[in-house]
């Protein structure tokens, strides 16, 4: 079955560039996700990527795929404070009825001043 | 981006008895609902997936009749936790897409954190 990986945590400063990577094992995925989840709230879509392309930009965030190492990884520029948050990974295949998508366990970005 | 609104945000309840989660989408039609259980630390477990009209598609290992989804409308689907114990407290998050999404996205609630006691 499908199977999302990601590092528990990672602590940067505000200001600096933080990278969370996500590798998924199911070579059929059509879409990958990114997000972003407060203390005590549900999800936000922060954005996606279609598995046909290597990259897409939006604003501070920076989306890389590489489909051959089946890698995943978010870039967030100048992280701020608000910031702070558990980012999830999740991928959804093609061969997958009704959409399901299958989240990795999240990864607890946590910005210091 | 879609508007999800799951209510109540919160919930406590006595043993025993059943709690009802409602998720709409507000401004979509929702053909497709889904359903997850998030463990404190871990990652989402989807519990089932609901189309408006069907029946529910449960995951392996969730019981249906202790988790009843109902999905009467486009807009609503409802999940009932029904005779409740501590060991189903946990934080509920459903998701809805709909066909002005086509295949692309799926919009969150912002959860239920239910507490038996």
């Known amino acids: 079955g499908e199977d999302v990986e990601q590092s528990l945590f990672l602590s940067v400063r505000e200001g600096d560039s933080s990278v969370i990577n996500c590798t998924y094992t199911d070579s059929s995925s059509t879409y990958l996700y990114w997000y972003k989840q407060e203390p005590g709230a549900g999800l936000q879509l922060l954005t996606y990527i279609f598995s046909n392309m290597d990259m897409k930009q939006d604003q501070r965030l920076t989306v890389l795929l590489n489909k051959k190492d089946k890698h995943l990884s978010l870039r967030i520029a100048d992280t701020q404070t608000g910031d702070s948050a558990i980012y999830f990974c999740a991928e959804r295949s093609s061969g997958t009825s009704y959409g399901k998508l299958t989240f990795g366990q999240g990864t607890i970005l946590t910005v210091h001043p | 981006g879609a508007v999800v609104s799951q209510h109540p945000s919160r919930v406590i309840c006595k043993s025993g008895t059943s709690v009802k989660i409602e998720c709409r989408s507000l401004?979509?039609?929702?053909?497709?609902m889904f359903w997850y259980r998030q463990f404190p630390k871990k990652s989402l477990m989807l519990m089932a997936t609901s189309n408006e009209g069907s029946k529910a598609t449960y995951e392996q290992g969730v019981e249906k009749d202790k988790f009843l989804i109902n999905h009467a409308s486009l807009t609503l689907s409802t999940l009932t936790v029904t005779s409740a114990h501590p060991e189903d407290s946990s934080f509920y998050i459903c998701s809805a897409r709909g066909t002005i999404q086509k295949n692309t996205e799926a919009f969150f609630g912002q959860g239920t954190r239910l507490t038996v006691v």
């Open positions: 401004d979509f039609q929702a053909t497709t």
